[in-house]
């Protein structure tokens, strides 16, 4: 559905160059919901707005629904834009219009006719749930439910597409929470492709299918969701994970490690899927001559699938500490040994 290869975007500007994406290659497929996430600066507003050329890439081409965006005329743009709604962080609302007419925008853009578009936008606001907000100015609107209009307003024209330019960030955890049920029920039920760009892997987890990770202008990892979380391949997706597991080992528990008697590790065991929840660690402390503490848990879903992470200090002799870590291993959980405490006599 979108196809980018080999884009380059490099800014010029009085004082210097800017290479803010160098050599980004990826596919979206139709009907996923792809993530593209990434610190300040990596270059994903500049992706994103490379997609409908509202920035004209350097080099390389981007490939809409069998279209190369780079070769189209201004007028074969206009009509392939249709094809692309677009949401932006601020909204981007006409203030001194309706919310009614906020979504006739487009329409009004595309000459659709008058009793046409109406029914139209009738539609879209029911479908966003602002039915009865359609008489309201922009000021007199919550955030999620300016967002909302900016929602019904992209999908105008009906498109393929909708790009997501960090459509939640502006909104709070509960308010951003529903925009994305909306995203992903708009998903499923018009059957369009949405490309998303965040810097919350929040956002990651709960809608998306597939997620790019994109660092100082370049992609550095692209997968399944469920696959970047139970294994990161980079430190970037690795830090990205870390912020929403909250895997970060107080320096209390390792303290509590090193002060500890016995020879004894801390150990972070990751999970995923089913092994979730079956009963390895009670296995592992009945089969092995070791004692676990469990210091700190932390269960989550991705996707519907459990995924989290155990702290455990894990004592005994470090030959048979090492056994039960590898039948941990072997029954498909990841391992980090996060201290080493060798014993202290
Ligand atoms: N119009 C511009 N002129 C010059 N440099 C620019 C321009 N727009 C963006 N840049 C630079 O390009 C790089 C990528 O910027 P971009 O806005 O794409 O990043 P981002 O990942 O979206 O960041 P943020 O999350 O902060 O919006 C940055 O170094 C930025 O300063």
Do not use: W
Not at 75 to 101: C, P
Not at 324 to 342: M, R, S, T
């Amino acid at each position: 559905m979108i196809e980018i290869k080999n884009l380059t975007k490099i800014y010029t500007t009085p004082h210097q160059q800017v290479l803010a994406l160098d050599n980004v290659s990826l596919t979206v497929n139709k009907g996923e919901i792809f993530g593209i996430i990434g610190l300040s600066g990596a270059g994903k507003s500049t992706l994103i707005r490379c997609i409908n050329m509202l920035e004209k890439p350097t080099s390389g081409t981007i490939i809409v629904d069998g279209e190369d965006m780079t070769l189209l005329s201004k007028d074969e743009l206009r009509l392939a834009r249709q094809k692309i709604g677009m949401i932006f962080q601020h909204f981007n609302l006409l203030s001194s219009r309706t919310v009614f007419d906020n979504v006739m925008f487009p329409l009004e853009i595309a000459k659709v006719p008058r009793k046409e578009a109406k029914k139209r936008v009738a539609e879209l606001l029911e479908l966003v749930g602002l039915k009865d907000k359609a008489r309201a100015y922009p000021s007199q609107l919550s955030g999620g439910q300016k967002q909302r209009v900016g929602i019904a307003r992209a999908l105008a024209n009906d498109p393929k597409i909708l790009l997501s330019d960090e459509a939640t960030s502006a909104l709070d955890p509960e308010t951003t929470r529903s925009i994305l049920k909306l995203l992903k029920d708009i998903n499923r039920q018009l059957n369009i492709t949405i490309l998303l760009i965040t810097h919350d892997m929040n956002v990651i987890k709960q809608i998306c299918d597939r997620v790019a990770v994109i660092d100082k202008a370049r992609i550095v990892e692209i997968g399944d969701v469920l696959t970047i979380f139970s294994n990161p391949a980079t430190p970037t997706s690795r830090s990205f994970l870390d912020s929403i597991i909250k895997s970060e080992v107080p320096e209390d528990l390792l303290h509590l490690a090193q002060n500890n008697k016995e020879s004894s590790r801390l150990v972070r065991i990751s999970f995923i899927g089913s092994s979730a929840g079956e009963p390895i660690i009670s296995t592992m402390i009945k089969k092995f001559d070791i004692k676990a503490n469990i210091l700190y848990g932390n269960i989550d879903r991705v996707k519907d699938i459990p995924f989290g992470n155990l702290i455990l200090e894990i004592m005994g002799e470090p030959v048979i500490i090492k056994e039960a870590l590898d039948f941990l291993k072997d029954n498909g959980l990841e391992i980090e040994v996060l201290k080493n405490a060798p014993s202290s006599n």
